[in-house]
């Protein structure tokens, strides 16, 4: 049998039995990050009440990795016999699929008839809407594009959900500021709900406007971020231009300077000399 098993997004204690008989019984793990695998194992083992009750879960386990870099190759390679023992699938924290590897794995266990299960598990964006105490429909987006272009043009397209739905985001740390900013722009008058290391001794929550949200952050930017918008506060009848909208614009060079100055760090001046020299 084929398990997928969800992981605690960081309390320990947060892992459900079902999780605990299925690793007890595997004999094959596969899982996102060997390492991470083999030290929640490490982990799980510091509780009495789990090493009297699942003890296999410690012994005579075979880990392969399997994530989004090595899957199809995985995949094409497996041995006939491989499904034959029981494996459980695991992503380094919360449920598999969840901004995680594994769709290609349900895909593959059902095209091929390998009898497969999911269990039932938390994820860090389910968590955080819950502590947010919004209610309604909300709407997860995962990770944002690492590029400011790709990234504006993302937050665009979901800019007209903003009236009826929260929207929900996954960020690193390394451009969290930059996406908050980018989210303020587009979602005008954004209420921001974000938090980190849910679960964890050191969660915390962040809530309030751009600015406040900022400054509530400092300057140690660590773990990975979940930012929730808030419905109904974001102003949907503005039309947004990114540099390369404004860029096409049938206007003067002089009523461009004066929007990209706008929404980048240059001065209209320095824009005007840009595009007279790229006239020129």
Known sequence: MLSFVPTPIGNMSDITLNALEALNNCEIILCEDTRVAKKLISLLGRNDMITRNFPNIFHHKTFFSFHSHNQENFLANIKNDFFDKDIVFCTDAGSPCISDPGAA???????????????????????????????????????????????????????????????IYYESPHRLIESINDMAEVFCNARFYIYKEMTKFYER???????????????????????????????????????????????????????????????????????EEKDS
């Open 105 to 167: 794995l349900i895909n593959y266990a059902r095209s091929n008839h390998i009898k497969y299960q999911v269990f039932l598990g938390g994820c860090a964006f389910s968590h955080a809407f819950i502590k947010s105490g919004l209610e309604g429909a909300f709407c997860f987006m995962g990770f944002l594009p690492s590029g400011r272009k790709d990234r504006l043009q993302t937050l665009k397209s979901h800019v007209c959900l903003n009236d009826k739905l929260h929207i």
């Open 205 to 275: 929550e962040f809530i309030g406007n751009r600015h406040e949200v900022l400054s509530a952050l400092g300057d140690e930017i660590l773990g990975e971020y979940c930012i929730i918008i808030q419905k109904g506060e974001s102003n949907n009848n503005i039309l947004y231009l990114d540099e390369n909208d404004i860029l096409s614009l049938d206007i003067s060079n002089k009523q461009k300077s004066k929007l990209l100055a706008k929404i980048t760090q240059k001065s209209a001046k320095e824009w005007y000399r840009i595009l």
